[in-house]
Nanobody, 124 residues
Framework: QVQLVESGGGFVQAGDSLRLSCVAS????????MGWFRQAPGKWREFVAA????????YYKYSIKGRFTISGDNANHTIYLDMLSLKPEDTAVYHC?????????????????WGQGTQVTVSS
């Protein structure tokens, strides 16, 4: 059974920090790349960051690089997203996703498995 379970979302003030976590199990735990996407109300799902276990690299949506950091623990099939200096425009449901490819990929349709998401709300 494929499973990705996110946690760590919440309601915060602008300038605060949050850490999101995602644990993979089943087929999702075997994929090479895990990442984070987010979807705000009325908007498309957008790429945030990803980590490649085999390649040993991370990559980010350009506009959030420097504020957000993705990291992971391959042995425990877990990834994290550390978010600093949060802004109201970061408000969204954050989804964890996984895929088998090793190349850079930001298209959500190329990710095979998805979690249900965790809500992040940033108040001004």
């Amino acid at each position: 059974q494929v499973q990705l379970v996110e946690s760590g979302g919440g309601f915060v003030q602008a300038g605060d920090s949050l850490r999101l976590s995602c644990v993979a199990s089943g087929r999702a735990a075997t994929w090479n790349t895990m990442g984070w996407f987010r979807q705000a109300p009325g908007k498309w799902r957008e790429f945030v960051a990803a980590i490649s276990w085999t390649g040993g690299y991370t990559y980010y949506k350009y506009s959030i690089k420097g504020r957000f950091t993705i990291s992971g623990d391959n042995a425990n099939h877990t990834i994290y997203l550390d978010m600093l200096s949060l802004k109201p425009e970061d408000t969204a449901v954050y989804h964890c996703a996984a895929r088998d490819g090793v190349e850079y990929e930001m298209d959500p349709s190329k990710f095979t498995d998805w979690g249900q998401g965790t809500q992040v709300t940033v108040s001004s």
